[in-house]
Nanobody, 122 residues
Framework: QVQLVESGGGLVQAGGSLRLSCAAS????????MAWFRQAPGKEREFVAA????????RYADSVKGRFTISRDNAKNTVDLQMNSLKPEDTSVYYC???????????????WGQGTQVTVSS
């Protein structure tokens, strides 16, 4: 069974940057499209960004387009999310998971990691 561990969150001022990392263990994720999601208190989990198995295709939620960049390193079994120009509305717990493809947010792995908290102050 795959274990997903997210890291890199923290407290940052509006306009700042953070880089999140998702490390997979237990199985290789190199054959899967991978995605980042986020969940704010009292809200549903929402899609943020996805990357194809080889990194050649990416897709972003409109709310983060132009500010966030998703990437992956299949040799390290990791997926990163570079977040620039952060806004208070980006405050959430961020999670990663495998998805069916970059064009769908259909999650493949039944288990989620603990997530990493991102807090953006105004």
């Amino acid at each position: 069974q795959v274990q997903l561990v997210e890291s890199g969150g923290g407290l940052v001022q509006a306009g700042g940057s953070l880089r999140l990392s998702c490390a997979a263990s237990g199985r290789t994720v190199s054959g899967y499209a991978m995605a980042w999601f986020r969940q704010a208190p009292g809200k549903e989990r929402e899609f943020v960004a996805a990357v194809s198995w080889n990194g050649g295709t990416t897709r972003y939620a409109d709310s983060v387009k132009g500010r966030f960049t998703i990437s992956r390193d299949n040799a390290k079994n990791t997926v990163d999310l570079q977040m620039n120009s952060l806004k208070p509305e980006d405050t959430s717990v961020y999670y990663c998971n495998a998805v069916q493809s970059t064009s769908t947010a259909m999650v493949l792995f039944g288990s989620w990691g603990q997530g990493t908290q991102v807090t953006v102050s105004s």
